[in-house]
């Protein structure tokens, strides 16, 4: 995998959850999360999602953003992480959004 780096001045987070391509950025606001999900979102990677999701709902936010705009591979492993991710987010109550690349592609 590539080494990235990435600006958390403004109070994110950011985790290496597998060596297998995928990051995150968490980044945290007046009640409202954004996951910015680099690489790939697959079978490989899906043991560690539950991590992120943990993450992400640990915080309760009133609204929750997941960009998956720097995703280059989803497959049915990756579906099931955003449903599960879905789940925990609803569970707390927060409004969902999915941010994808403008060409829907990924």
Known sequence: YAARDYDTSSG???GM???VDLE???RSENGQIEAQIMGRLSF??????GKLISELAAQEPKEAV???RDVG????????FLLRAQN???RK???RTLRVPNDGQT
């Not at 490989?44 to 999602?49: A, H, I, L």
């Not at 591979?73 to 099931?80: H, N, R, T």
């Open 88 to 90: 925990a987010l609803h």
């Open 17 to 19: 959850l597998d060596e």
């Open 66 to 68: 997941i960009d998956l």
């Open 12 to 14: 994110g987070t950011t």
């Open 93 to 95: 109550g927060a409004q």
């Open 73 to 80: 591979f989803l497959d049915s492993a990756g579906l099931g």
């Open 24 to 26: 995150y950025v968490i």
């Open 44 to 49: 490989e990677t899906k043991s560690s999602c």
